[in-house]
């Protein structure tokens, strides 16, 4: 079973921030944030992980609260290209099975 | 980024055959790879983990008689759809664990593979 939740759809403007909530309340010490999105169609594509620290790449930023019960994956700058099903998933370093949840679909409009 | 390939992208078969399904890791080497179904508007479900030169593990509810899985080489793993049936029709996707020292690592997905059984 997967271990985090996500609201089920959110919409967001092209051009401004997208937030993504995640909880995991039940996140053990060993186990990292991982966040993927699905284009339709497509195979899933890596955006980012972290473990404590807050994590910032070229594609998202990643904000992990203190507890680490919950997270927050940030795009910048929506485009219409980030269309996508967003799955934030809890794993250990060390193990190497994705448990997918039922993400957030995120619909960016004009 | 590591580069995972599926064939065939989409593959149309009637129902009794059976089907292969390849997935490769083009630029790097994978111990272990994963097969996943997903049903329209449904999410991901890990089928197997499959590691190169021993035996698929299976998830529980998997008919592993039905979904034959063999990984010989470290570069490639195929999935056979034995008996396909219409509720086969399925989107099936790999993934590959470039397994580096550092203790962790992004899993790198194919493409999927769509299948319909008639």
């Known amino acids: 079973d997967a271990k985090t939740t996500q609201p089920p759809s959110m919409d967001c403007a092209e051009g401004r921030a997208a937030n993504l909530p995640c909880n995991h309340s039940?996140?053990?010490?060993?186990?990292?944030v991982y966040w993927y999105r699905q284009i339709h169609s497509q195979g899933p594509q890596y955006i980012i992980h972290?473990?404590?620290n807050n994590e910032t790449n070229e594609m998202a930023s990643l904000i992990i609260t203190e507890d680490r019960k919950s997270s927050t994956l940030i795009l910048p700058h929506a485009t219409l290209r980030d269309t996508a099903v967003y799955y934030c998933?809890?794993?250990?370093?060390?193990?190497?099975?994705?448990?997918f949840g039922g993400g957030t679909r995120v619909l960016v409009k004009p | 980024g590591a580069v995972v390939s599926q064939h065939p992208s989409w593959v149309i078969c009637k129902s009794g055959t059976s089907v292969k399904i390849e997935c490769r890791s083009l630029?790097?080497?994978?111990?272990?790879m994963f097969w996943y179904r997903q049903f329209p508007k449904q999410s991901l479900m890990l089928m197997a983990t499959?590691?190169?030169?021993?035996?698929?593990?299976?998830e529980q509810g998997v008919e592993k008689d039905k979904f034959l899985i063999n990984h010989a080489s470290l570069t490639l793993s195929t999935l056979t759809v034995t008996s396909a049936h219409p509720e086969d029709s399925s989107f099936y996707i790999c993934s590959a664990d470039p397994n580096t020292a550092s203790g962790w690592y992004e899993q790198y997905f194919g493409p999927g593979t769509r299948l319909t059984v008639t």
């Open positions: 039940t996140i053990s010490g060993n186990e990292y």
């Open positions: 630029d790097f080497q994978a111990t272990t």
């Open positions: 499959s590691n190169e030169g021993s035996k698929a593990t299976y």
């Open positions: 972290g473990l404590k």
């Open positions: 998933i809890v794993r250990e370093a060390a193990g190497n099975k994705l448990t």
